[in-house]
Structure formats: C-alpha cells, structure tokens
C-alpha cells in the first residue's frame, strides 16, 4: 500500500494504524497526525487504519509557554 506522509510517497504494509505509523517513522512522534482529504482535513485516532492513497500530515502539538 502507498501513502503520502508529510508530503514523501512511503509504502506502507496493508492496514497499517497510526500507532504502527509512529513505531515505523520515529520522526512523527507525539505529533497529531491529519488525514487530508476533498476539501477536509481531520485528525486520525492511534487506532485507525490508513487507506490506500491517503494524504497524511504531521502537526506538532503546541505547547503552552509559561510567563516569566
């Protein structure tokens, strides 16, 4: 199966998750992964399964910064 990830076409075993994502491309880590897809972007579950083709996109978390 193929899929873009952060813009590069990876291949990718059949049904791969989110949480199988983060173990195979350590680069992702905590970050929140997007599905991009007609016009709608939506954030992806650890659990869920990636689809053939899918569009996928890092966002990293943001961080709330402390005043000094």
């Known amino acids: ?3 873009v990830i952060n813009g590069k ?3 990718l075993p059949e049904g791969v998750t989110v ?3 983060r173990k195979r491309l350590p680069e992702i ?3 929140d992964v997007m599905e ?3 016009g709608v972007t ?3 579950k650890n659990t869920e ?3 053939e083709g899918s569009k996928v996109w890092t966002v990293p978390k943001i961080v709330k910064g402390s005043r000094i």
Request: hydrophobic content about 40%.
């Open 36 to 38: 991009e897809g007609f």
């Open 42 to 44: 939506r954030p992806l």
């Open 19 to 21: 949480e199988d994502l």
């Open 29 to 31: 880590g905590n970050d």
């Open 9 to 11: 076409l990876t291949d």
């Open 49 to 51: 399964a990636l689809k």
């Open 1 to 3: 199966m193929r899929a």
